[in-house]
């Protein structure tokens, strides 16, 4: 990747942004602090659901709202909203704040999802990078996992007595962290071509949906991602320290354990250019979905044993720093640049709906044990990974080249 262009310079502020804004010290024990405030396995599915809720809400004026100011003004509004959102957890001790937070959390996350792809494509094409698009947002998506190293250990080490003293800490210290990552941010730049968009908001949307008609391949394989992602990640996330605990981990080791898990995700996060090198992106994305059924279906099964669930902890973590920026280089080679966010967004509309009837569907066999919620999230995951992902033959041809040259 070449320097001094806007595409290094926003990758590299995005990038460091992403690490203070992914220190959330709560992460490691997250599970047991819903626990310890009272919510059991149905009421932490809720929580996910309302989560969901928010992006369903969000999704679609805050891709219009990127694509007409642009995304670092749209990235500076959802970090402000989610250092609010994480902040309500101070005072979470009934559900329905639970739920606020939750759904507040997934209001601020819409504010950057399309907007941070829409602003690393547009400034990758005026460097002639385009084609570097998934080693660009593994590279910022490693942020996450570099954090992890660190943050999972000190967390746990610092609720290792589950009390309310140390959650409240770590909430207070990850609104702090939370705060830098909005200053990093006011260095990111719009590319001269982004945050234009000055037409009626129905335009724009028009435009949105006539992107998505005239190249169903798009929907296609974000359903494919979605359908993986959501029991893979979403739901197997939420319930991973009960199982690793209920399975005879410590809980002080939890960092330890979260920590190993990160660093395989950092790895395979910066090794996706290495990947597609050498793998079709398409049999990549069935590769990986392939083993994060295998690893779903292992949980369900043999979930008692605790080397099975470290393994699948592992898996399903590099699993899901793979199949994302493989999905986003290839749809936004297909995605018009004016309307990219939009899109996007409406895109993510339906990841929304997903979300809500897959957590609802699940909460109501949470109750019954981990064997059938697993087993379920497996078969949805089957179901995304059989949905055929279908290129366009000129992206991908343009890709090759680039990759000789």
Same mark, same amino acid.
């Given at each position: 990747m070449k320097k001094n262009t806007l595409a290094a310079h926003n990758i590299k502020f995005l990038f460091l942004a992403k690490i203070f804004g992914s220190i959330r010290f709560i992460a490691p024990v997250l599970t047991l602090f819903? %626990?310890?405030? +009272?919510? #059991? !396995? $149905?009421? &932490?599915?809720?929580?996910?659901?309302?989560?969901?809720?928010?992006?369903?809400?969000?999704?679609?004026?805050?891709?219009?709202?990127a694509d007409r100011f642009g995304a670092k003004t749209s990235f500076l509004a959802g970090s402000l909203l989610g250092i609010a959102s994480h902040a309500l957890l101070l005072f979470a001790y009934d559900p329905w704040i639970f739920f606020i937070s939750?759904?507040?959390?997934?209001?601020?996350?819409? %504010?950057?999802? +399309?907007? #941070? !792809? $829409?602003? &690393?494509?547009?400034s990758l094409v005026l460097s002639n990078e385009q084609h570097l698009m998934d080693k660009a947002m593994g590279r910022i998506g490693s942020a996450t996992f570099l954090v992890s190293i660190l943050v999972v250990i000190i967390g746990a080490f610092l609720a290792k007595d589950?009390?309310?003293?140390?959650?409240?800490?770590?909430?207070?210290?990850?609104?702090?962290?939370?705060?830098?990552?909005?200053?990093?941010?006011? %260095?990111?730049?719009?590319?001269?071509?982004?945050?234009?968009?000055?037409?009626h908001v129905y335009s724009q949307l028009s435009e949105g949906f006539q992107a998505i008609k005239k190249n169903p391949e798009?929907?296609?394989?974000?359903?494919?991602?979605?359908?993986v992602f959501i029991p893979a990640a979403a739901i197997f996330e939420q319930f991973d320290q009960k199982l690793l605990v209920d399975a005879g981990l410590p809980v002080?080791?939890?960092?330890?354990?979260?920590?190993?898990?990160?660093?395989?995700?950092?790895?395979?996060?910066n090794m996706i250019g290495w990947m597609t090198a050498r793998i079709n992106r398409v049999s990549l994305l069935f590769l990986t979905g392939m083993l994060a059924v295998a690893g779903l279906t292992a949980a369900a099964l043999f979930h008692t044993f605790l080397w099975v669930v470290l393994g699948v902890l592992l898996v399903l973590k590099i699993v899901n720093a793979i199949r994302y920026p493989v999905y986003s280089q290839l749809s936004n080679d297909i995605i018009p640049s004016k309307v990219r966010a939009t899109t996007i967004s409406l895109l993510s509309i339906l990841d929304s709906g997903f979300d809500i009837i897959i957590f609802l569907s699940v909460s109501g066999m949470a109750l019954s044990g981990f064997t059938p919620m697993f087993l379920a999230?497996?078969?949805?995951?089957?179901?995304?990974?059989?949905?055929?992902?279908?290129?366009?033959?000129?992206?991908?041809?343009?890709?090759?080249?680039?990759?000789?040259?």
């Open positions: 819903y %626990f310890a405030r +009272g919510l #059991d !396995e $149905a009421q &932490i599915l809720l929580v996910m659901t309302f989560f969901s809720i928010g992006v369903l809400i969000g999704e679609i004026p805050t891709g219009i709202f939750s759904a507040l959390t997934g209001l601020a996350a819409t %504010f950057f999802s +399309g907007a #941070d !792809e $829409a602003l &690393i494509y547009e589950l009390t309310n003293e140390q959650f409240q800490r770590l909430i207070l210290l990850g609104v702090g962290f939370m705060s830098a990552e909005f200053a990093l941010l006011l %260095f990111i730049k719009n590319p001269p071509q982004q945050g234009n968009y000055n037409d798009v929907l296609w394989m974000f359903m494919n991602v979605s359908l002080y080791l939890l960092g330890i354990v979260y920590a190993v898990s990160s660093l395989g995700g950092f790895v395979a996060s999230c497996a078969a949805i995951a089957l179901l995304g990974v059989m949905i055929p992902v279908l290129p366009r033959k000129d992206s991908l041809q343009n890709a090759r080249v680039k990759k000789l040259s």
